[in-house]
């Protein structure tokens, strides 16, 4: 899960506060036998291991997925399609993740 680990700090450094202007919702993502959640809140992002009683979307993947998704060699919606990558919830809010945390 290292690289997971390695992801999510990648994710936070590269956090597009301008993207997240009056958002306020909280991405769970669910990643093998782990889980995370991102609280984003008013151009703040805050990540926090464990679970989330009510996230506006949930993302439930493997760790590969998950690290390609977000480096950029997995195409997300592919990811989806192919049954890599399953979401419940607002399904159209996971779309806004590559705004918040832009790819390269």
Do not use: W
Not at 4 to 14: A, F, I, R, W
Not at 80 to 93: H, K, N, P, S, Y
């Amino acid at each position: 899960m290292s690289n997971v680990t390695e992801t999510l700090n990648q994710m936070k450094s590269k956090f597009n506060a301008d993207a997240a202007a009056g958002m306020d919702v909280v991405f769970q993502l669910q990643i093998e036998d782990d889980s995370y959640h991102i609280i984003v809140k008013d151009g703040n992002c805050d990540m926090v291991e464990g679970s989330y009683d009510e996230p506006s979307v949930t993302l439930t993947m493997d760790g590969d997925t998950f690290t390609g998704i977000m480096n950029g060699s997995v195409d997300g919606m592919q990811a989806f399609m192919a049954g890599q990558l399953r979401a419940e919830g607002d399904v159209m809010l996971a779309t806004r993740l590559s705004e918040l945390f832009p790819i390269g």
